[in-house]
């Protein structure tokens, strides 16, 4: 009898990429600014910053960065102590 092989889960629902995601709002909005305008400052729609928060598009490394700098903060400031 053979087993179906375990899922593993997505990093997209592990505990530090739901900080990632806190982070990424918390840094947003600690800057003064509105999805609208984090989207004109990035040359992406409004969308984009939407589902980044909430993590229906995954974040890219470079992405990460273009926020980070956007929002005045380094890139550690959106990882959880364990990886830092």
């Known amino acids: 009898m053979e ?3 375990k899922r593993r889960r ?3 629902y592990s ?3 739901r900080y990632l995601l806190k982070r990424l709002r ?3 909005e600690k800057s ?3 999805q ?3 989207a ?3 040359g992406r729609p409004q969308s984009f910053v939407t589902k ?3 993590g229906e598009r995954r974040i890219d490394p470079i992405d990460l960065q273009r926020f980070a700098r956007l929002y005045r903060r380094p890139l550690t400031f959106f990882l959880p102590r364990l990886i830092r």
């Open 36 to 38: 609208i305008q984090v």
């Open 32 to 34: 003064g600014l509105t």
């Open 52 to 54: 980044c928060e909430l």
């Open 10 to 12: 997505s990093a997209v």
């Open 40 to 42: 004109k400052a990035l």
């Open 15 to 17: 505990a530090e990429y």
């Open 3 to 5: 087993h179906a092989p």
């Open 26 to 28: 918390e840094a947003r």
